[in-house]
């Protein structure tokens, strides 16, 4: 595996960009350019993570692709088809963006997240994005989610298998897939299955760590690895079956610290276990 974050900056100089990734210790990184770069630049910034040996995890196509707006949608549809046409050209492992939400807000839960017809408005975005584009070496995927499919390993599944392009990929984040007590205290065995269940087309990853509280609802929250309850040692190990340049990359912080505190963390479980990162 491949441990990367975030890199602040805008950057128009590849070497200086690889030169800042590997201050931080990380093998992978996010795309860090975006499509009205020129195909000279693009060039450039794909030849410098290959000669840093430096893996470029994901390019970020966030936008709601299922938006109840006609408009909407559309601008979406042809951000997503200019985002997977970037990672295709930079060499990125994957483009990813969310299914979209039916609801007011681009990514947040709403009722007819779950209509019947959802599962097929899906599939037929995302034939539209890979189908107009044709990648050849990047993967168009979905993150997964807590309050849209696909928010189970089942559920991913039949996606892939419905969508049914070979450019199609999974980009997992397991913790956004925890929205139940039992799945959050079973962690261990489903990441476990994620690996085994969608690992052949698992292309990036997020990580991240999560408490629980004690309210009399179901209060679960996110939080940077270390900070949370899960067992990073048992995460670590199951990813690690995973290809052995598959991104996991961290997210979600406020502060370079807090980069820093996690990526350290994280490294240290993975000696501890003996994962490569």
């Known amino acids: 595996m491949r441990l990367g974050g975030p890199i602040n900056g ?22 860090p350019i975006d499509q009205t770069a020129s195909s000279v630049t693009i060039a450039a910034f794909a030849a410098a993570a290959a000669q840093s040996d430096i893996v470029i995890a994901e390019v970020g196509a966030w ?15 042809a951000f997503c088809q200019e985002r997977l046409a970037l990672a ?19 990514d947040g839960p709403d009722a007819l997240n779950y209509a019947d017809d959802t599962f097929a408005l899906i599939v037929d975005s995302v034939r539209t994005i890979i189908d107009v584009v044709k990648p050849t070496r990047t993967y168009y995927t979905l993150e997964t ?10 559920s991913y599944v039949a996606l892939v298998k419905a969508i049914d392009r070979p450019q199609m990929g999974v980009h997992l984040d397991p913790i956004n897939m925890m929205n139940s007590v039992e799945r959050f205290y079973r962690h261990r065995q489903f990441v476990d299955a994620c690996v085994t269940q969608l690992g052949p087309w698992i292309k990036s990853v997020h990580i991240k760590d999560m408490t629980i509280g004690r ?22 190990r199951s990813l690690n079956r995973l290809a052995p340049d598959t991104p996991i990359m961290l997210e979600h912080l406020e502060t370079a610290a807090e980069y820093d505190a996690a990526a350290a963390y994280v490294r240290r ?5 003996g994962v490569g990162i």
């Open 215 to 236: 309210p009399f609802v179901v209060a679960l929250q996110e939080c940077a690895p270390g900070l949370g309850m899960l067992d990073y040692a048992s995460i670590l």
């Open 63 to 77: 936008s709601n692709p299922m938006a109840s707006d006609d408009v909407t949608r559309r601008t979406a549809l």
């Open 269 to 273: 479980i993975a000696g501890d276990v």
């Open 10 to 31: 805008t950057w128009t100089d590849a070497t200086a960009w690889t030169t800042a990734v590997q201050q931080q210790g990380y093998r992978a990184a996010y795309c």
């Open 145 to 154: 989610m807590p309050w849209m499919l696909p928010d189970s390993i089942e």
């Open 88 to 106: 295709d050209a930079i060499g990125a492992r994957c483009c990813v963006n969310i299914a979209g939400s039916r609801g007011a807000v681009w």
